[in-house]
Structure formats: structure tokens, C-alpha cells
């Protein structure tokens, strides 16, 4: 019986050593893989410098004016491509090579059901592949944009969906240089933060092969519906005090002053307030710069006529009742609200943003500075010309879009109503108002803008 039972003892202790062996053959898998994966970023970050010499060289050509020099440095920048074509190449075959090894690494503990432990970063839990992005009793449908731990659209990925909102973001890798794919580029619009501490947005609207992460963390995502809305600035409509106009001459339309305006998504996280200023249609996707859009910006004693600026006897008077913008419910001013766009530059631009946000959540701000005057005479041959019409400080407001929606019908338009977002500021320089403080001759203005979604 001694002998039986040491024989199996032997063979047990025999199993066991066996058995252990298979933890330290996947874990050395592991690490190898980790090496390689290293060895791959380092050879993209090569070809991301080599492409971005590459653009500063062909735009150095660009510029030079002999053509000899100008050829040597396409043929610099057409080599520098090429360089880093085949670095990422090399790098695509480098991840494949440790994914397979993870792979094995994988197949070998699943074999021996022993289970390994993985080094990870203690700051970054794992999510599922794909998560519920606090939806987690909502069904998922529609498009949705799915995270890659490596440019190109390799290695493992985290899938988030149409309007949905991630917070306190984890992912199952550390993002260094990743890569975001959309499945429905026409529709589909992100919201990226880098990091804990960030108070902006990254905004994106389509997919990207290589994006590099300033942090090691992302630590919000969220992905929505795109639409745009446009900003329309209408222009002045100078008010009467005794008569049917303010417009005394020609010289009450030299304006000076500046007239800017922004716009963004506000939102509040932990107290603080979330900036995403809104991407125009020729910004690039990424851009997180709050940028002042300047509709009018001149010197005082310029010589220049506004085409901007209108009589308001002739158009219709917006009043502002019980938050919003409402039509005159007298006849007074005529019939229709200002319809031109000013013929200046950025009087008309077009926004991306989240359909939800602006129209549910009522989350996009337009914030707009002005601060005008002008010349006045009170006729065309009086004597009393002066520069002094002018307000004396900038008036700052900020408003949230949708604002209030009018049904207006348009002359020509068969009447048929169409919805518009009239935004109307003033008067200014009115002598009633003593919060909006003038020097010189009144002139009663209002500034209309007007906004709405245009897809």
C-alpha cells in the first residue's frame, strides 16, 4: 500500500509541474506580444513625422519660385510618403504578429483551464466590447462609431452608439494612438474628451485612420445625430422716435463699432461648466478653439456706407413676450420681418451639432458682443453732422438655440409658413434704456439674427 500510494503522489506532483509550466509559456507570450506592440507604435509615431515632413515639404514647394529647388522638394516629400507607407506596413505586420501570440497565449490557458493574470493599468478599467454607454435599458439602434486601440483600424475595439453618453470613460487599453470608424458618415457626429480635467470637446464627423490622444485616458465620449444649423445675420432696422424713419440722411448709415458672435455647446459636469464650440463647414474635425465669428469691425470716421442697415417703419417689429420673440400684433411697422442676409463676409455660416442637444436638450449657446455707432445729420443738407451716435459700452448676450421658433409667410412665397428662429437684440442707443448707456443723437437700432436647422 506505501508503494501504491507513493506512486501516486509522484504522478500527482508530475501533473502539477506540468500544469505550471503552462501559466509561465502564456505569460511569456504575453510579454513578447507587449514588446512588439511597443516596437509597433514607435515605427507609426515614424511614419506619422515622416508623412507630416512630407506636407511641410510640398508646402514649401508650393512656395518657391524656382522650379528646380520646388521639384527637389516634391520629390523629397513623394520619397517621405513612401517611407512611411512602408512603416506602416511593417507596423500592421508587427500587430498582427502579437495578436496572433495573443492568441496562443489564450488557446494554451484555455486548454489547461488556468487562469492567467494581466498586468493592467490599476487607472484604466475594462467595458465591454460592446458597452451600453448608460443605456443600459435602452435598445441600441441606428449607427454607431466604434474605437480602435491602433491606427488603421487594428487591435481590439470599444463599439459606442447613436445618442448615447458616455462619462467617466474606461477603456480595456491604454489610448495613445488610436483610430475612430463611423459607420454612417452622413449622420453620425462625436464628442470626445482627452482627459479628467479637460472643460472643452474634440468634435469629429467622420472617420479617422490615425488620431493621436495628448493623455493617456479619454474620459468621455458621445456620439449623436448631425445636423447644422445656420446663422443668418439680417442686419440693423433703425427705429423712430416722432416720424416714419430714423434714417435722417445718408450719413446715419457710416457705421462704426463691432458686431461678433460665437457659438457652442454649453453643458455642466461636476460643477463646471463643458465648452464644445461648434465646427463650421471648413473647419477641420478635432478643432476645440473657442473662435469670435466678426460680422462688422470698423474704425471710427471710416468713410462707409452699411448695406445692412434698414428702416424699421418697413419691415415688421419683433417684441419680446414671456421669453420669446413675438410678432407685432399691431400694423405700425409693416407686414414682414427683415428677410436679407447682409452681403458682408460671415454673415451666413453653417454648424454641425447634435440634432438632440440643440433641439431637445437646448444645449448650443450663441453668444453675441456688439458694440456700434455711427455718423448722423438730421437731412441730407443740415449742418449738425457728428460722429457721437454711439454706444459707450459693448453689450454682451448670450442666447439659447432654439431661441423661439415663428411661423412667418413671406411675400412670394406662396404662403406658405416657414419655421424660423428670429433673434432680435435692442434697441440700442434708445434714450429709455438707461442699462445701455449712448452719447449723441438717439438712434433706436435692433439686430436681428435669425437661425434655423437646415438639414
Known amino acids: 500500500m506505501q508503494k501504491i500510494f507513493f506512486c501516486f503522489t509522484i504522478l500527482f506532483l508530475q501533473c502539477l509541474a506540468i500544469n505550471a509550466?503552462?501559466?509561465?509559456?502564456?505569460?511569456?507570450?504575453?510579454?513578447?506580444?507587449?514588446?512588439?506592440?511597443?516596437?509597433?507604435?514607435?515605427?507609426?509615431?515614424?511614419?506619422?513625422?515622416?508623412?507630416?515632413?512630407?506636407?511641410?515639404?510640398?508646402?514649401?514647394?508650393?512656395?518657391?519660385?524656382?522650379?528646380?529647388?520646388?521639384?527637389?522638394?516634391?520629390?523629397?516629400?513623394?520619397?517621405?510618403?513612401?517611407?512611411?507607407?512602408?512603416?506602416?506596413?511593417?507596423?500592421?505586420?508587427?500587430?498582427?504578429?502579437?495578436?496572433?501570440?495573443?492568441?496562443?497565449?489564450?488557446?494554451?490557458?484555455?486548454?489547461?483551464?488556468?487562469?492567467?493574470?494581466?498586468?493592467?493599468?490599476?487607472?484604466i478599467a475594462t467595458i465591454p466590447i460592446s458597452p451600453q454607454n448608460n443605456s443600459v435599458n435602452k435598445k441600441l439602434t441606428g449607427g454607431f462609431?466604434?474605437?480602435?486601440?491602433?491606427?488603421?483600424?487594428?487591435?481590439?475595439?470599444?463599439?459606442?452608439?447613436?445618442?448615447?453618453?458616455?462619462?467617466?470613460?474606461?477603456?480595456?487599453?491604454?489610448?495613445?494612438?488610436?483610430?475612430?470608424?463611423?459607420?454612417d458618415e452622413e449622420n453620425l457626429i462625436v464628442?470626445?474628451?482627452?482627459?479628467?480635467?479637460?472643460?472643452?470637446?474634440?468634435?469629429?464627423?467622420?472617420?479617422?485612420?490615425?488620431?493621436?490622444?495628448?493623455?493617456?485616458?479619454?474620459?468621455?465620449?458621445?456620439?449623436?445625430?448631425?445636423?447644422?444649423?445656420?446663422?443668418?445675420?439680417?442686419?440693423?432696422?433703425?427705429?423712430?422716435?416722432?416720424?416714419?424713419?430714423?434714417?435722417?440722411?445718408?450719413?446715419?448709415?457710416?457705421?462704426?463699432?463691432?458686431?461678433?458672435?460665437?457659438?457652442?455647446?454649453?453643458?455642466?459636469?461636476?460643477?463646471?461648466?463643458?465648452?464644445?464650440?461648434?465646427?463650421?463647414?471648413?473647419?477641420?474635425?478635432?478643432?476645440?478653439?473657442?473662435?469670435?465669428?466678426?460680422?462688422?469691425?470698423?474704425?471710427r470716421g471710416t468713410d462707409y456706407t452699411a448695406p445692412f442697415v434698414y428702416n424699421a417703419y418697413d419691415f415688421g417689429i419683433a417684441h419680446n413676450k414671456k421669453g420669446g420673440l413675438r410678432r407685432s400684433s399691431d400694423n405700425v411697422y409693416g407686414q414682414k420681418f427683415l428677410q436679407s442676409i447682409a452681403p458682408i463676409p460671415n454673415a451666413k455660416l453653417e454648424f454641425f451639432v447634435d440634432s438632440l442637444s440643440y433641439a431637445k436638450k437646448r444645449r448650443v449657446i450663441l453668444e453675441i458682443d456688439l458694440k456700434i455707432g455711427s455718423a448722423h445729420k438730421s437731412c441730407n443738407i443740415c449742418t449738425d453732422f457728428t460722429w457721437d451716435a454711439a454706444m459707450t459700452n459693448t453689450h454682451n448676450e448670450k442666447i439659447c438655440l432654439p431661441y423661439n421658433l415663428e411661423e412667418i409667410t413671406f411675400l412670394g412665397n406662396r404662403n406658405r409658413p416657414i419655421k424660423l428662429d428670429i433673434i432680435q437684440l435692442g434697441p440700442f442707443r434708445e434714450m429709455i434704456f438707461q442699462e445701455r448707456p449712448f452719447i449723441g443723437p438717439e438712434h433706436p437700432t435692433l439686430v436681428q439674427f435669425i437661425a434655423k436647422l437646415v438639414n
Open 191 to 299: 464628442f470626445i474628451r482627452e482627459s479628467m480635467t479637460d472643460q472643452k470637446n474634440l468634435t469629429y464627423l467622420n472617420s479617422i485612420p490615425s488620431l493621436q490622444i495628448s493623455t493617456n485616458n479619454l474620459s468621455y465620449i458621445r456620439v449623436g445625430k448631425k445636423a447644422k444649423v445656420e446663422i443668418d445675420f439680417n442686419g440693423l432696422l433703425y427705429k423712430s422716435i416722432n416720424s416714419t424713419t430714423c434714417i435722417h440722411s445718408d450719413d446715419c448709415k457710416k457705421l462704426y463699432g463691432n458686431i461678433s458672435y460665437k457659438i457652442y455647446e454649453l453643458d455642466r459636469e461636476n460643477g463646471e461648466a463643458i465648452k464644445t464650440p461648434m465646427l463650421y463647414s471648413t473647419q477641420n474635425q478635432g478643432y476645440a478653439n473657442e473662435t469670435s465669428f466678426s460680422i462688422f469691425n470698423k474704425e
Open 145 to 183: 462609431v466604434e474605437l480602435f486601440e491602433y491606427a488603421n483600424y487594428e487591435g481590439r475595439s470599444v463599439k459606442f452608439y447613436k445618442n448615447t453618453e458616455t462619462k467617466n470613460l474606461r477603456l480595456p487599453f491604454t489610448p495613445t494612438n488610436i483610430s475612430l470608424k463611423f459607420s
Open 21 to 123: 509550466q503552462v501559466p509561465t509559456s502564456a505569460e511569456n507570450l504575453i510579454a513578447e506580444a507587449k514588446k512588439i506592440e511597443i516596437e509597433a507604435k514607435a515605427i507609426t509615431q515614424q511614419a506619422i513625422d515622416l508623412r507630416k515632413q512630407a506636407t511641410a515639404k510640398k508646402e514649401e514647394a508650393a512656395k518657391e519660385q524656382d522650379n528646380e529647388v520646388a521639384t527637389k522638394l516634391k520629390n523629397e516629400a513623394t520619397l517621405m510618403e513612401q517611407q512611411a507607407k512602408e512603416k506602416m506596413a511593417e507596423a500592421a505586420v508587427l500587430r498582427k504578429q502579437a495578436t496572433e501570440k495573443r492568441k496562443q497565449a489564450a488557446e494554451l490557458v484555455k486548454q489547461n483551464k488556468t487562469k492567467i493574470p494581466v498586468t493592467t493599468n490599476p487607472t
